[in-house]
């Protein structure tokens, strides 16, 4: 059961597509996993149709509306033909690109949530029981990676400079605060500190904008160099 979710904001944000890309792909992705949300959103985008339609419809003459009506007909029977047609070739040959939306590390195969298609185009890196692979979202500040944790691995203790987001898409973790399963969607800045850890292993998605700044033990040799890191 998903027990963290988007907030309202988040949501409304996503529907509108004023979400940086980042961001997006997370809402996007625990949509996939959660009928809630992704209801929620679906309500978000007709109202949002209805409201820029009302909107048009008061700000131009009748005649001017039905040849602008006309025209916007046309072309969204183009662009649904054009989608059907690209759906049907996608039907007949699901495996064009096999693996597109899938990737394995450390002996574990996981298949993510579709909008992460064309997102998957580097290699893993880390050490240890974590790994790391690097999103190219296009965004200067924000990191966005598939972060995997391997069986009974860690993450030392941690607060953070800046914000962290954390999709769990697959296995489980825990910190001081709670126990989560996929979908789960989890927001923390500088007033969270905590220490990640799993049992069966687990592969999240993550966006941080500042790098960790680690408080306990040997790991803390690590902040004077955390720009590099993060």
């Known amino acids: 059961m998903i027990n963290y979710h988007p907030d309202q904001h ?6 509108k597509g004023e979400l940086p890309l ?14 809630h ?10 109202a949002l149709s209805e409201q820029q339609f009302e909107q048009v419809n008061a700000s131009q003459h009748v005649s001017e509306h ?15 033909l054009d989608n059907l047609d ?4 996608a039907q007949q040959a ?10 394995t590390i450390k002996g574990q195969h996981y298949v993510l949530p579709r909008v992460f298609r064309k997102q998957i185009n580097a290699s893993w890196q880390g050490i240890g029981k974590v790994s790391r692979l690097r999103l190219d979202t296009g965004e200067p500040q924000a990191r966005a990676s598939l972060l995997h944790i391997a069986a009974n691995g860690e993450i030392p203790e941690h607060t953070h400079k800046g914000s962290e987001l954390t999709l769990l898409l697959a296995g489980e973790f825990s910190d001081c605060y709670n ?3 996929p979908g789960d969607f989890m927001l923390l800045d ?8 799993t049992t069966e292993g687990c592969l999240c998605y993550t966006i941080v904008d500042a790098p960790l700044y680690f408080t306990k033990g040997i790991s803390k040799l690590l902040n004077p160099i955390g720009d590099l890191l993060y």
Not at 22 to 32: G, L, P, T, V
Not at 86 to 89: G, L, T
Not at 94 to 103: A, K, L, Q, R
């Open 10 to 15: 988040l949501l409304s944000l996503h529907a």
């Open 22 to 35: 980042s961001m997006s792909i997370a809402i996007s992705a625990h949509a996939e996993l959660c009928a």
């Open 37 to 46: 949300c992704q209801q929620q959103l679906d309500q978000m985008t007709i």
């Open 66 to 80: 039905s040849a602008d009506l006309d025209s916007l007909l046309g072309q969204f029977l183009s662009s649904t």
């Open 86 to 89: 690209a759906d049907n070739n």
């Open 94 to 103: 699901p495996n064009t690109v096999p693996g597109d939306n899938s990737v």
């Open 179 to 181: 126990t989560y399963k």
């Open 190 to 197: 500088q007033d969270h500190e905590h220490s990640p850890k």
